[in-house]
């Protein structure tokens, strides 16, 4: 290829700071390729060397592009790698060939492809406790005449249990697409709140949830100060709620579950102590994490679906607020909100 035609690849080259881009000449061998094209090519396959188009299609396995196309775009997976490869026929500023941009999307398929998973679960886990409030209306409507009193009453609070968490279910689906798009911060009501009002609300829609468990968590307030907070009043109930369900769920029966709110300098912290199971040392790094389950969830018939504390700490970052945690196995677990409150 004419040594200016060379120069012109890779001036082009330079004007793309970042990407991974590799130029072919109208034959289909390679004249350029930046150090982000190596040093990725030699990740996937330390084995291969690219020196032409042909190279190129046999390293990824691509179908050779049509003389009518312009422009085309793979996925091509590789030794758990997942690269999307542009290929770009091109003919100005003094080069004509195809130019080849290669983007590392395994870390956005991972987070994709647990997307996908969460999703299902969580409609699935909707389905699943859809059945059971059938059943039991079914039952009621059928055998309205036949039910004593204390059946009927079984009935009707297993049903509100499931349709408790359908909603939750639901929020929790409703945020995480709000999440995803960015439309999170537009969604959220924030307004002065009381954070002891928030907390008996908590407590007592969580102990609806629990009714008709025997024997019921024990839930108490302690040292709880008069504060207040700018935070979406629902989403910050629905916070508390999850913690206060992880520590009944995650305990030996009866669970016993402290709530605390006190003044600690510029914050007012929100404290959810209990005398469970506590997070296994291998768990705690992750907990955060989108999806992840501990091995505390194989203790219990209770599912989660995964991804509340991880929600959690995003909707909290809006409230100027953050949340942390201690645990020890076999002694129990406490998470603290800590709120900041700015002086006037």
């Not at 179908?63 to 290929?87: G, I």
Request: glycine share 4%.
């Amino acid at each position: 290829m004419p040594e200016n035609s060379t120069t012109a690849a890779q001036s082009i080259l330079q004007a793309l700071p970042g990407c991974c881009v590799l130029a072919f000449d109208e034959k289909g061998d390679l004249v350029a390729a930046n150090d982000e094209a190596v040093t990725l090519l030699q990740k996937v396959n330390p084995d291969d060397v690219v020196l032409s188009l042909q190279n190129l299609h046999e390293f990824f396995n691509l179908e050779h592009m049509p003389a009518a196309t312009e422009v085309q775009t793979d996925e091509v997976s590789r030794k758990k790698h997942v690269l999307q490869v542009v290929r770009k026929k091109v003919d100005e500023d003094g080069f004509c060939g195809t130019l080849v941009t290669i983007a590392n999307n395994t870390g956005q398929r991972k987070k994709l492809n647990t997307a996908y998973r969460q999703t299902s679960d969580l409609l699935w886990k909707i389905r699943s406790r859809i059945t059971p409030v059938q059943s039991a209306l079914t039952i009621m409507n059928e055998f309205k005449t036949g039910l004593d009193e204390h059946s009927f009453t079984e009935l009707a609070t297993s049903s509100r249990f499931e349709i408790q968490q359908i909603e939750r279910y639901l929020d929790i689906f409703r945020d995480l697409s709000l999440l995803g798009s960015s439309d999170l911060k537009k969604s959220l009501a924030i307004e002065s709140v009381s954070l002891d009002r928030l907390i008996d609300t908590a407590i007592e829609n969580v102990g609806h949830l629990f009714a008709h468990h025997n024997p019921a968590p024990c839930m108490v307030k302690s040292a709880v100060v008069s504060a207040n907070c700018r935070a979406d009043a629902n989403r910050l109930i629905h916070i508390i709620e999850s913690l206060l369900i992880n520590a009944a769920v995650y305990s030996n029966r009866p669970a016993e579950v402290e709530v605390s709110l006190e003044c600690r300098d510029d914050w007012v912290v929100l404290a959810v102590r209990d005398n469970g199971w506590g997070i296994p040392d291998a768990d705690q790094p992750h907990i955060f994490r989108y999806g992840y389950r501990g091995k505390n969830g194989e203790r219990t018939e209770y599912s989660g679906p995964g991804c509340e504390l991880y929600l959690a700490r995003q909707l909290l970052l809006y409230f100027d607020a953050t949340i942390d945690f201690t645990s020890k196995e076999n002694h129990g677990t406490a998470f603290e909100i800590s709120f900041h409150q700015r002086k006037a």
